[in-house]
């Protein structure tokens, strides 16, 4: 098992459907009321590409994806089209655009995060495959050119000197989805007049 760092088709994914996945229970009672309870603290998101397929050569191009990544075996990047950046995706992401972390003045690695906010509920998502050349930091609302690396394997961002203490530690970034494939086998229709096609080709994203 290992993770091929290497991203599906953009011109396929963004044909795809999908999105966030939430466990919660619900438990009805006698009265009529419920009672309810998160069994994950976080979301999964969960996708289906088989409709990004449009041409002959996008079967040919799932088909060795799919065989290069051995079915379930082996995770891979994707981009999710209505989700894949620090901003909004009319936006161009600044280094402003997420809170990342205070200095302290010995903290110099701080994890990717991106939050959604609804009111005055919050949930902060680690982001860990931010695309390369894409990252951009600030301290202080300050950009910083230089002095700092971010990690596309991890999403974690090191600086060379720590930032002071009570110092803001932004950040804007795109970035991918880790997932894998959520079958072992591609049903694939053989009509090669009328194209051929795929019923479904169902993704999960990896956490860890």
């Given at each position: 098992?290992?993770?091929?760092?290497?991203?599906?088709?953009?011109?396929?994914?963004?044909?795809?459907?999908?999105?966030?996945?939430?466990?919660?229970?619900?438990?009805?009672?006698?009265?009529?009321?419920e009672?309810?309870?998160?069994?994950?603290?976080?979301?999964?998101?969960?996708?289906?590409?088989?409709?990004?397929?449009?041409?002959?050569?996008?079967?040919?191009?799932?088909?060795?994806?799919?065989?290069?990544?051995?079915?379930?075996?082996?995770?891979?990047?994707?981009?999710?089209?209505?989700?894949?950046?620090?901003?909004?995706?009319?936006?161009?992401p600044?280094?402003?655009?997420?809170?990342?972390?205070?200095?302290?003045?010995?903290?110099?690695?701080?994890?990717?995060?991106?939050?959604?906010?609804?009111?005055?509920?919050t949930?902060?998502?680690?982001?860990?495959?931010?695309?390369?050349?894409?990252?951009?930091?600030?301290?202080?609302?300050?950009?910083?050119?230089g002095?700092?690396?971010?990690?596309?394997?991890?999403?974690v961002?090191?600086?060379?000197?720590?930032?002071?203490?009570?110092?803001?530690?932004?950040?804007?970034?795109?970035?991918?989805?880790?997932?894998?494939?959520?079958?072992?086998?591609?049903?694939?229709?053989?009509?090669?007049?009328?194209?051929?096609?795929?019923?479904?080709?169902?993704?999960?994203?990896?956490?860890?």
């Amino acid at each position: 098992m290992a993770f091929h760092e290497v991203r599906f088709p953009d011109d396929i994914s963004r044909g795809a459907r999908g999105g966030p996945e939430r466990r919660t229970q619900i438990v009805e009672l006698a009265s009529g009321e419920e009672e309810r309870n998160a069994s994950w603290a976080n979301s999964r998101r969960r996708y289906d590409v088989a409709y990004g397929i449009r041409r002959a050569d996008d079967l040919a191009a799932v088909v060795a994806f799919f065989e290069a990544r051995n079915g379930r075996l082996h995770g891979f990047r994707f981009k999710d089209w209505g989700d894949y950046e620090s901003c909004l995706p009319s936006a161009t992401p600044k280094p402003t655009d997420q809170a990342i972390g205070t200095g302290d003045g010995a903290s110099k690695a701080f994890q990717l995060v991106k939050r959604y906010a609804s009111g005055s509920q919050t949930w902060a998502r680690t982001i860990r495959k931010p695309v390369a050349g894409t990252v951009r930091v600030a301290l202080d609302g300050v950009e910083q050119l230089g002095g700092w690396s971010a990690d596309k394997t991890t999403g974690v961002v090191t600086f060379d000197t720590a930032p002071a203490a009570s110092v803001a530690v932004t950040a804007g970034f795109a970035f991918d989805v880790p997932v894998r494939f959520d079958t072992d086998a591609l049903d694939v229709t053989l009509d090669l007049e009328r194209l051929g096609s795929i019923t479904s080709i169902p993704l999960l994203e990896i956490r860890r």
